[in-house]
């Protein structure tokens, strides 16, 4: 296939990544002169979302590339789904699972993406712009719609992740696919390409969702005692 050239931290590479964290920011710092677009904002996540899981089923039937492992069920798409549904209809603890699976997994995943095509290919611009609105909807429900964590749905997130990840395990056997990355690391040069091989990638796997977990929720806490402070004061 044309344009299977991409490098890890190439130019282009990195200036999408900058682009995300632009737009992060953009979204956080300028979250009261951006509340009248907020509606729009709301719709056109939603938007890029779905089109983003639609039109990758488009381009590998179409390519004639589909296969088992094309079946929306990897971690992205469960949290897009997530986010198409609280875009929908108000859930707190759905939330409290997506803030976990769809901030810093999707970052990590533009960081070393499992990519093989540059820019400006459909599959290079479909993976970060997914990717980077999973987590753009995460910034969108906390800092528009009001969504907090406690603390306690760390652990409670960490097991309802576990108790999605066990069917996945199972189904992963039947039909030989690697969803959540459950059955080995990525081909491409990973994070998840340290972890290790047998029980040791399963050990290091748990380990390593578990402080993400952690490092996921100190950017809430210190929210949540920020907000806690000024109520006080006020």
Known sequence: MEMRTFE????EHIVTFLVFLAVCYVLVHFRK??????????????????????????????TNQWGVDDLPIQLC???????????LKSNTKLFHLLFFIGFIPPILSMVTPE?????????????FIHHAAI??????????????VPRKAILTSFLTANLIAAPIFFINIFLDTNFFYLANPTESKTILSFFGSG???YINLELAALF???????????LLKKEKRKSEVA
């Open 115 to 127: 990519m093989v095509y540059s820019f400006p290919h459909y599959r290079y611009i479909k993976y």
């Open 33 to 62: 002169s951006l509340k009248p677009y907020q509606k729009g904002i709301k719709w056109t996540l939603f938007a890029i979302l779905l089109i983003s899981e639609i039109s990758h089923q488009i381009w590998v039937v179409a």
């Open 8 to 11: 890890l931290f190439s130019v």
């Open 77 to 87: 798409s469960f949290s897009t789904f997530i986010a198409m549904y609280l875009f």
């Open 135 to 148: 987590a753009w909807a995460v910034l969108y429900f906390i800092y528009y719609e009001g969504y907090r």
């Open 212 to 222: 993400v977990f952690f490092i996921t929720y100190i950017p809430m806490w210190l």
């Open 199 to 201: 029980v040791w990638y």
